[in-house]
């Protein structure tokens, strides 16, 4: 049973105007011609502003590379499903049929997409200042953990560049199990190394995304500095 929007909204804490535009930005396109997309599209242009902005106050020395690679870290769909995960956005989409049998309250890429839609509605509903604060309140944890010093490189890249600099031999990734029906997958991946008396696992929405998150084990067991994907 799909949750009524109010009580998504009392939950971030905003008093939409226009009730209507919130529940626009928690329709997906399988509910028909009137849905998120367009709010997608504008929240994801101020999101990126946003954080932008953040960085560039938060990191006066950085250039303009280094600041485009923690944006795009940031940014990126895996990090808007872990917020709308956090936010339980997922029990007050608007689905199709299709979706909802395929479990899309749970895929990252439509509840990323939501994310975007609530920033554009909330920007529509307020003004630039106002989404700014909620945008810098579910990014606050992670704006703080960046560290200009650490690696910008993925798990994958950081685990076999420290390998190859010690002249071992390269992880093995072997896919244990595929859950799930087709459109809401969730991928099981083991990483062998041979620096490790065991191997580490991994899971995610995709095998890329597992094979990630076991590497960043890997890493972790390793005790190699900017272990974080």
Partial sequence: MI???AELARRLGHNFSDPGLFELALTHRSCGKR???RLEFLGDS???FVIAEALYAKFPAAREGQMSRLRARLVKGETLSEIARELDIGDYLRLGSGELKSGGFRRDSILADAVEAIIGAIYLDTDLSCVRTFILNWFESRLQSLD???????SKTRLQEFLQSRREALPNYELLSVEGEAHAQTFHIRCEVALLNKPTEGVGSSRRQAEQEAARAAL???DVKGGKS
């Fill in 3 to 5: 949750k009524p929007t």
């Fill in 35 to 37: 849905n998120n997309e």
């Fill in 46 to 48: 101020i999101l990126n």
């Fill in 148 to 154: 200009l010093n650490e690696t910008l490189k993925d």
């Fill in 220 to 222: 972790m067991a390793l």
